[in-house]
């Protein structure tokens, strides 16, 4: 089954939107197996980001995952990684639609609450990076039958 990498930015967690989040991803019927709060290092963060080093915003995005605790989770599901990307709306809050979690709660490119994984080989190695196997809970949910 697919997984992704989903964490609440700093500015989700500051303004009470885990609960919200995680909710979402819960109703479209995804199952939630990796979870923690944690405080993201600037080496943890160059790691993430790395494909953006050099970029102009590179130095804000560090500074500003870095700014804050962060949720970290890890979900489950068919397609997830994409349906989840959709679920999130566009990088750009501004341009992301009604409905999706950045259309309905950011304004501004450098704080859009939530990021996932864009790709299934970006989500492998994010997964890796944030969480150790042990801390992914593989388990069967009796509603298996009725999702998909
Ligand atoms: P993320 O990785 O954070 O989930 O966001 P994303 O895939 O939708 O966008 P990505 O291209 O990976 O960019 C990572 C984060 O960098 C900031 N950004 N600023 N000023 C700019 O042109 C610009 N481009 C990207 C955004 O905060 C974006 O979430
Ligand atoms: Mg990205």
New binding site residues.
């Given amino acids: 089954m697919e997984r992704t990498y989903v964490m609440v930015k700093p500015d989700g967690v500051q303004r009470n939107l885990a609960g919200e989040i995680i909710s979402r991803f819960e109703k479209k019927g995804f199952q939630l197996v990796g979870l923690k709060l944690m405080q993201i290092t600037p080496e943890l963060a160059g790691k993430h980001?790395g494909e953006?080093e050099g970029k102009p915003?590179y130095g804000e995005?560090i500074d500003f995952i870095t700014s804050g605790p962060v949720v970290a989770m890890v979900w489950q599901g068919q397609n997830v990684v994409s349906v989840i990307r959709n679920m999130m709306g566009k990088?750009n809050p501004a341009e992301a639609a009604p409905g999706t979690i950045r259309g309905d709660y950011a304004v501004f490119?450098?704080n859009?609450v939530v990021?996932?994984s864009?790709s299934p080989e970006s989500a492998e190695r994010e997964i890796n990076l944030f969480f150790s196997p042990e801390e992914l809970v593989d388990y069967k949910k009796a509603t298996d039958f009725w999702l998909y």
């Fill in positions: 980001y953006h915003f995005l990088t490119m450098g859009n990021h996932g864009d």
